[in-house]
């Protein structure tokens, strides 16, 4: 455990900044073999099982990405219905949250803000370092619906920078949607100062919900290297979003480290009291299984 050096990072982490290949091969014993990408065999297969119906996302013409298919039906259409119900619930909330906005009450906002922002960089954080860390893609339902990324991901990172808005929020955006329609529901229900006295709590939620349905999109920020608007590098530059060389620090093998990809602001603490490591020990402790075990059983694939 520990943050590595720039050198090492550089040296055991896949190279991102190459829009058309982003292949590198192994210099140990197997010669001509993937070490990252799309063209790694763990990642093909891994690619494979998201649908029986995927042509592998490592067929090129010319150098140039061939188009996945689309997704299975079913599950495009949740993720746009989810991303769409999640944005109109936010619209309607921030009104109501504008109409009882006191302005004396402004610096609670803001602490509401940065509790916010805290609070969805550390439940990102367990739940990544949960996914990275235990399971196995064979587990039923939670294997192949949510493990199957993280361990694909890994050995092709830029994946995530070829999926669209639906595709890459969907999910987060679902999440979020019961804690919503319920501040709605207290809107609609309450008395104006039942409103007034819960405020602040409805406010910090309201804004956790926001940086919670954006942490997947601040993590393919971190992984795209062409073409961000001047603006979204710019506060990757000042660290109010994750920033792309500090989110690689994570892809560093066997990804130990830097779990929080909302902002990244909590990846300091933890590190320096050990906090994955320490909950690591326990586990394996209590039950005997070792962590990363399948991560890395996938990365090591050469066939």
Known sequence: MGVKSATEI?????????????????????????RWGPAHAGAKELASKYTAD??????????????????????????TICLFLSIALLAVNFVFLAVYFDPKQWHMVL??????????????G?????????????????????????????????????????ETNGDNFAVVIPGLAYMLYQFLTCTSVEIADSYNWKM??????????LTNQCHKWSHTYFGLPWYIVKLQDIHLL????HHRIHHVAPHETYYCITTGWLNYPLEA????????????????CKPRSDDMAWASKTQ
């Open 273 to 288: 009291i050990k906090f994955w490591p320490t909950l690591e020990v326990l586990i394996e402790t209590l039950t005997g």
């Open 242 to 245: 994750l920033p792309r060389r």
């Open 54 to 79: 995927v042509d592998g996302p490592s067929e090129r013409t010319r150098g140039f990405y061939k188009k996945r298919k689309e997704r299975p039906p079913g599950k495009r259409l949740q993720e």
């Open 10 to 34: 550089i040296e055991n982490s896949m190279t991102e900044e190459d829009p058309n290949d982003n292949i590198q091969y192994s210099n140990g014993s197997i010669p001509n073999k993937p």
């Open 126 to 166: 367990l739940v990544h370092w949960g996914a990275d860390t235990w399971g196995t893609v064979e587990l039923p339902i939670v294997g192949s619906g949510f493990i199957r990324p993280f361990r694909e991901h890994h050995i092709d990172p830029t994946s995530i920078t070829r999926h669209d808005f639906i």
């Open 204 to 213: 910090y939620l309201y804004l956790l919900a926001v940086f919670a349905s």
């Open 111 to 124: 602490l509401c803000a940065v509790l916010g922002i805290l609070s969805a960089d550390f439940v990102g």
